[in-house]
């Protein structure tokens, strides 16, 4: 276990892909829990025989950053989120993305008329 300034950097080897990964948690996040072992959940790939995979870990971190115990699933076909969690995901963004455009354009107008006037 590595330590930064505001985050903890722990070491852990996933029982699927026999892989070791960087696990970065924030110290806040680790000291604000009301019990320990907490769940810690993440996502990352595997490449077994030419075929990749998505992996949802699960690991149960104590008040030290130590991995306690760790569960792996194998994403399929089915969703991880409903249709309603994804809305409710996708629209904020959406909305963001819409202000950045008008910015976008608002930006590239004024630098347009910098050019044209120098």
């Known amino acids: 276990m590595r330590e930064k300034e505001n985050y903890i950097v722990m070491q852990y080897r996933c029982n699927f892909c026999n892989a070791m990964h960087d696990v970065r948690i924030k110290k806040k996040l680790l ?3 009301s019990k320990y072992p907490f769940p810690y959940v993440f996502l990352h790939n595997s490449i077994k025989k030419g075929e990749a995979k998505e992996l949802l ?3 149960y971190i104590d008040r030290d950053g130590r991995v306690r115990g760790q569960e792996i699933q194998e994403f399929g076909n089915d969703n991880l ?5 994804v809305m409710a995901m996708i629209e904020p963004l959406m909305k963001e993305i819409r202000f950045l455009r008008q910015d976008n354009l608002k930006l590239k107008k004024k630098i347009e008329e910098l050019k044209n006037n120098h």
């Open 81 to 85: 989120f409903s249709r309603e969690q």
């Open 57 to 59: 870990t699960i690991l």
């Open 31 to 33: 000291e604000s829990q």
